[in-house]
């Protein structure tokens, strides 16, 4: 199955900030997304990015389909961006239902 | 609120116990998913339904585990004879169906710990 990898596994930055995550996987997907999981443990939707770039407010992200890999940017940092950040991609396998596989995340931690 | 729900959103059992979690999915999401994950790590795929048809089981869904989805709509996650191991966040995910890679949304999880 697919591997993915996430970069750096820990990220600790003052408030006000910039920062990149960084997601590599090791076969071609039709599609990639990042998720925020808060300190409840909710995972929740920051991108949907097959390839291109999204901007959403302080964050945005961009997929290189081609290279394998996607990028996470979160700019002007704050308190509130603290938690594990996910990215996941699906299997290209028709039998699969797109299951998503998870990186193993990164952990950030925006101080004041 | 139109995202998914899951319920309970904790449950601490003893060994030996068996017990149920439901997922309600967006309504006209068709395809619904179980994901667990333990501490430190990112979620791991156990199973897939589309309508109510279950589709794929991870090797990670012992036979101890069961999971339905009756008239496509809601679903439950039964686990037999807990484990200590099975203590987990049980994650819960839809999306629609057209093709690969459809974006999934999460529900807020069902934290188990078993004693």
């Known amino acids: 199955g697919i591997q993915v990898e996430q970069s750096p596994p820990d990220l600790i930055l003052q408030e006000g900030a910039n920062s990149t995550l960084r997601c590599n996987f090791s076969?071609?997907?039709?599609?990639l997304q990042w998720f925020h999981q808060n300190p409840w443990g909710q995972l929740i939707n920051l991108f949907y990015?097959?390839?291109g770039t999204k901007q959403n407010g302080r964050l945005s992200a961009t997929t290189v389909a081609t290279e394998r890999y996607s990028l996470l940017y979160i700019s002007s940092s704050q308190t509130t961006d603290s938690g594990v950040y996910f990215c996941?991609?699906?299997?290209?396998?028709?039998?699969?239902?797109?299951?998503?596989?998870f990186g193993e995340g990164t952990q950030l931690t925006v101080n004041p | 609120d139109t995202g998914v729900s899951q319920d309970p959103r904790h449950k601490i059992t003893k060994r030996g116990q068996n017990v149920t979690f439901r997922c309600d999915p967006i309504?006209?999401?068709?395809?619904l998913y179980w994901y667990r994950q333990t501490l430190g790590q990112g979620p791991e795929f156990l199973t897939y339904?589309?309508?109510?048809?279950?589709?794929?089981k991870s090797r990670l869904l012992s036979d101890r585990f069961s999971a339905e989805r009756p008239k496509g709509s809601f679903s439950t996650l039964e686990i037999q004879r807990t484990e200590q191991g099975d203590s987990a966040m049980y994650l819960c995910?839809?999306?629609?169906?057209?093709?690969?890679?459809?974006?999934?949304?999460f529900g807020p999880g069902t934290r188990l710990t078993v004693l």
């Open positions: 996941a991609a699906p299997l290209r396998e028709e039998t699969s239902g797109s299951r998503l596989t």
């Open positions: 309504s006209e999401h068709n395809r």
């Open positions: 076969d071609s997907v039709n599609n």
């Open positions: 995910a839809s999306s629609p169906k057209t093709g690969y890679g459809n974006e999934q949304f």
């Open positions: 339904f589309q309508n109510e048809a279950q589709l794929e």
């Open positions: 990015i097959p390839s």
